[in-house]
């Protein structure tokens, strides 16, 4: 079992920085994936950013609506992926959820921050 808790969320006024971290804990082995998603009231859950790493090295993936603005990292020693968000926006204001995909198919989420920009 993987366990997951985001962190870091908070009021942020509108052009300000936040910086999310998600820790993982548990049977942490075979990571496909993971990645932030953000969920705003009355609509669907989004992806917001996606890491994973291979032969290649890292990848990452981002949302047109972000980019530029966010980055996301993992720190494997740590078990730890953060999301840094500069420049944030009022339509940024949103659940933040990460998410862990493992190559066996499984799929595991925190219990997510929430994010507010607001003047």
């Known amino acids: 079992q993987v366990q997951l808790v985001e962190s870091g969320g908070g009021l942020v006024q509108p052009g300000g920085s936040l910086r999310l971290s998600c820790v993982a804990s548990?049977?942490?082995?075979?990571?496909?994936?993971m990645g932030w998603y953000r969920q705003a009231p009355g609509t669907q859950r989004e992806s917001v950013a996606l890491?994973?790493?291979?032969?290649?090295?890292?990848?990452?993936n981002y949302a047109d609506s972000v980019k530029g603005r966010f980055t996301i990292s993992r720190d494997n020693a740590k078990n730890t992926m953060y999301l840094q968000m500069n420049s944030l926006k009022p339509e940024d204001t949103a659940v933040y959820y990460c998410?862990?995909?493992?190559?066996?198919?499984?799929?595991?989420w925190g219990q997510g921050t929430q994010v507010t920009v607001s003047s």
């Open positions: 998410k862990l995909a493992t190559m066996s198919g499984s799929a595991y």
């Open positions: 890491i994973t790493s291979g032969y290649s090295g890292v990848i990452t």
């Open positions: 548990g049977s942490i082995f075979s990571i496909l994936a």
